[in-house]
């Protein structure tokens, strides 16, 4: 069955707030120090989730194989206007893990963090990011995004990236082999790991990027931008990029 939740908030449970196998909407809702010890300590979804205007903070998931800090989804899921603050998840997906179909549109992520995705895991499955704000997340791989798997679609567009760090993907880890993998339009600055300052691209990932803007990034051995090959880079702009090895924009590996 349907249901719509607005303006409540949910603080300090300890275990998913919201488990969704059908379809919810949530409007102008908070969810604040909600602690799981297994997956999504906001929400599990494998329904049909839509969230509005939501604000999550301080959400965890404590399992050692954790996939979510505040969301992890299954199934379909729309999100516009959301705000995650200070999210984490002990292995992946700081604030949102999915292996379904996501949309992510005009949200901000900052201070997330995990072992793998910093703000965000996607496995497989449809991911689409437009207008997004990833700001001071962290993570050992892929600080702002993680994607890995096949048989999927991800998109970035409108997207910036600020202040991020990790040892590997200073903002993006990518290991798919995607139907489709494309950034467009984005902003890179100031972001930082020990390899590939802004972008990890596995030997085995496809990536286009187009129109988009690296600015001051940082590694400290190779690909102060880009560490990896199999890419298309069309009317994009590096300026100010620094490695400590190879490559100060990019270290072509493939």
């Not at 700081?94 to 997330?112: D, P, R, W």
């Not at 962290?138 to 991800?154: E, H, K, M, N």
């Amino acid at each position: 069955d349907y249901v719509t939740l607005k303006n409540i908030v949910f603080l300090n449970a300890n275990k998913s707030a919201i488990v969704n196998e059908s379809d919810v909407k949530v409007i102008d809702c908070s969810f604040k120090n909600n602690i799981s010890n297994h997956n999504g300590s906001a929400i599990q979804n494998s329904g049909n989730l839509t969230a509005v205007n939501c604000y999550f903070e301080n959400n965890s998931s404590t399992w050692k194989y954790a996939d979510g800090g505040a969301i992890n989804n299954e199934g379909s899921a729309f999100l516009k206007g959301c705000l995650f603050i200070s999210n984490h998840s002990q292995y992946s997906g700081g604030a949102i893990y999915t292996s379904g179909e996501m949309h992510l549109n005009c949200c901000v992520f900052k201070q997330n963090n995990s072992q793998i995705g910093g703000a965000i895991r996607s496995y497989g499955g449809r991911t689409h990011l437009t207008d997004c704000l990833f700001e001071d997340n962290s993570a050992s791989t892929g600080a702002g995004l993680y994607i890995y798997g096949s048989d999927g679609q991800f998109s970035l567009t409108f997207s910036r990236f600020l202040s991020n760090v990790s040892k590997i993907g200073g903002c993006i880890y990518m290991n798919t082999d995607h139907e489709m993998a494309e950034i467009s339009e984005c902003s890179f600055k100031d972001n930082s790991a020990v390899r590939g300052g802004v972008i990890f691209n596995n030997d085995d990932s496809s990536l286009t990027i187009e129109k988009s803007t690296f600015e001051s990034n940082r590694a400290d051995n190779e690909g102060g931008v880009i560490y990896g090959g199999r890419l298309n880079v069309i009317s994009s702009r590096f300026c100010e990029n620094i490695s400590g090895g190879y490559g100060n924009a990019l270290y072509n590996t493939h």
